[in-house]
């Protein structure tokens, strides 16, 4: 059986925290995407990208690599397991501070019909609770893009984990969430920031 210690191992920690930047901390994102290393910050250490994200491993390595630090992200599904009926809208959530390439995002977002939240950790947009992403038997399960405040920021992002200029740029960055309206479309949002950010389009089985 594997063991899996409740912490992250010195060598991520190191990498981590030798962070001086929002795109030092997309980097060592990709990193983990990939498995090249084990922990990121705000999840569970020593563990990878769910098995069910695995197919969009690829294009959000790109996000990552392009300026948007993505954070949170499921695909779109529609399934039923001994669980219940499970329905998730394809989401991603992340960091953005290179202003031309956020606007590019939010626009291409919403002209193929997506959901946008926008806020800053100062100021919550229009949509300060997010989006609900997951369903269980038509009840709401999953939220993403609520507003984070410096307080949270600080749990998930803290000073002691990352460096303290890449903290002081993950408070200033834009937060942004885009989320497709339909549950179970598994295509149409990681095609859109593809393109978005110049990217090849993403091919799935």
């Known amino acids: ?62 996000l990552n690599r392009a300026g948007l630090v993505t954070t949170v992200s499921q695909p ?15 989401g991603v959530s992340g960091f953005v501070d290179d202003i031309a390439l956020l606007r590019r995002l939010v626009a291409a977002a919403e002209e193929a019909g997506l959901r946008v939240a926008l806020h800053t950790a100062v100021a919550a947009g229009p949509c300060p609770n997010g989006f609900v992403v997951t369903t269980l038997d038509d009840a709401p399960f999953t939220a993403f893009g609520a507003h984070e405040d410096h307080e949270v920021l600080q749990s998930t992002w803290p000073c002691h984990l990352i460096g303290p200029a890449a903290h002081a740029a993950v408070t200033r960055a834009a937060q942004l969430t885009v989320v497709d ?12 920031l593809a393109r978005a950010c110049a990217l090849p389009a993403p091919q799935f089985a």
């Open 1 to 62: 059986m594997k063991i899996r210690l409740p912490w992250m191992s010195r060598t991520d920690r190191a990498l981590w925290r030798s962070t001086e930047s929002l795109q030092d901390l997309g980097d060592r994102m990709v990193l983990w995407l990939t498995g090249a290393i084990a922990s990121a910050p705000g999840l569970i250490p020593r563990y990878g990208p769910d098995p069910e994200t695995e197919h969009l491993v690829p294009v959000l390595a790109g």
């Open 76 to 90: 779109g599904l529609d399934e039923r397991d001994a669980t219940g009926h499970w329905r998730q809208r394809a």
């Open 181 to 192: 309206p339909q549950y179970g479309r598994d295509d149409l949002l990681w095609a859109t």
